[in-house]
C-alpha cells in the first residue's frame, strides 16, 4: 500500500508495478518465515508468511494444542497437518484429508481460547470420522446421484434440487453433531478440563433462546442445538462423576462398562437424529453392554458371555435405549430450555445434571426400569438355564 500512494501517475506506473510484482513473491528478505504453513487453494506451494505476524502468533501457540489433539485421537503426525488458510475473510476452519485448517480471519477472531480448542477438536473429529468410513458415507447420495446421471463422469449443479442432496445434507448435519462429541471426548482424553468444549460453544455460539433451536442450516444443526448437545454429552464423554453415575446405572440393570483401549468414540452417527439433535438412548444403554470374552477364554465363559450379552442387548439395552429416546423426544424442548438457560455460568456450577446421565437418572430411571425390570431377572434366568456344559 505504501508504493501505491504517490506512484500512481502515468511516467512511472510500470516501475510501480514491477515493484509491486517483486513484492507480491518475495517478501523481505530479513522476515523469517512462519514455522506454520499458508496455503491456498490451487496454489501449489506454501505462501510466504511473516513469523513475526499476529496470525502466525496466534497458530503457533494454537500448535501444541494441535498436537496434543491429534495424538490423543491415535493419528500420526506425519498423516494430519495444521496450516493455515490465506484465501477468505470468512472466520472458518476445515478440515480435508491429510489438513486441518483455520482462515487468516479465524486467527484474527477475537475468539476465547476454549473456543479455539473446540475448533481444533471438532476438525480432527472430522479426521476421525473420515477414518471410520463416515465422510464416504456422507457423500455417498451425491456420488449416486452422479452416477446414475453422467455415469460418474463429472458433476453439475443440477443436484441441488434432487433427493440424494436432502439425503446428504440431513447426513451431514448428523455428521457435524457427532463431530463435536468426539472433539469433547478428544480434549478430555488430552487432559483438558472437562468443560473445554462446552465453554468454548458457549462463548463461540453465545447463549442463545430456546426459539432458534430450530434454525438449522442445511449442513450444520442450530448453534443452540449443538450447544445443548454439548452440554448434554459433556460428562458422558468426559466426567468422573458421570462415569461412575453410569456405572452404577449399570451394575444396577445387571450389564457393566466395556472397557476402553484404543481410541473409539464413545458417540456414534446414529446418536442424533435428522436435524443433529442427541438422542441419548443409545449411549446410555451402551454403557450396559456385556464386554467380549477374551481371547483364552474356555468354551463355557465364552457361550455364558454371548448368552449373557445377547440377554442384556434384546431385554435390557434396546428397551432401555427405546425409553430413553422418547423420553428425550416428548422432553426435548424443555431439556433445551433449562440447558440455554444455564448457559453462562457452567465454569463455577456442577453442569452434570444436564448431561445424559443426569437427566436420564432424574427423568427417565422410573420409566426404564418399569419397562425392562419386569423382564430382566426371568429371562436372565431362563437364558442360564439353556447354557450347555
Ligand atoms: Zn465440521
Redesign the pocket.
Known sequence: MRLLSGGMHAGNSCFVALVLAVGLWTPSASAAECPIRMRADLQPRDLPFDAGSSECLLAVSLEPDFSKLRAAAGIEAGSLDFQVDYDGGEVNA??TQGFIRVTRAYLRADLKREARLATLA??I??AVQERDGLLSWMNEPINLYFKKRHGGLYKDRSYESSEEYKEYQLRSRK??AH?DAIGQELLARAGYAPDTFTLGRSSRFGCQSVDEIDEHDPT?PADAQRYVNAAMTASAVSSAKAASAAQSIAGYLGGTRPSADAFTPGTSIRDYDDLGRLKPGRLAASKLSVPPPPPDAGVVRRTVQQAAASVVARWISEPFQAAVDGLAASERRSIARKVLASCGPLRSTEPVDFSVFGWIKRLSEDAALRAVGARKTQDIKSASLAIPG
Request: net charge negative.
Open positions: 476445515y478440515y471438532h476438525e473429529g472430522h455428521r457435524e463431530a450444520h
